[in-house]
């Protein structure tokens, strides 16, 4: 059983900047693909970064070059160090990775850019 935990979320003002972590725990023996979804109001649930347990990013082209996703493998964690932020980067943030083919999700925590 494996579960992720976000946490980092809250509000910011437009420019600012929050950094989120996710902590996985259970009967782990080992995470290569660990990714940051987001949602917003009405909308659907998008990919932001992805990192594997070799340090290969990728990132929506919305956030390039504003966010950065990292990792640290010995703890089971993955960030995500979001800066520049806008108000269009208001949704819910998940952590999401992939346990023996199933997707694994965390319960969120919101992140509100706003003046």
């Known amino acids: 059983q494996v579960q992720l935990v976000e946490s980092g979320g809250g509000l910011v003002q437009p420019g600012g900047s929050l950094r989120l972590s996710c902590a996985a725990s259970?009967?782990?023996?080992?995470?290569?693909?660990m990714a940051w979804y987001r949602q917003a109001p009405g909308k659907q649930r998008e990919m932001v970064a992805s990192?594997?347990?070799?340090?290969?990013?990728n990132y929506a082209d919305s956030v390039k070059g504003r966010f950065t996703i990292s990792r640290d493998n010995a703890k089971n964690t993955a960030y995500l160090e979001m800066n520049s932020l806008k108000a269009e980067d208001t949704a819910v943030y998940y952590c999401?990775?992939?346990?023996?083919?199933?997707?694994?999700w965390g319960q969120g925590t919101q992140v509100t850019v706003s003046s």
């Open positions: 259970g009967s782990i023996f080992s995470i290569n693909f």
């Open positions: 999401n990775t992939i346990i023996v083919g199933s997707n694994v």
């Open positions: 990192i594997t347990s070799a340090g290969t990013a």
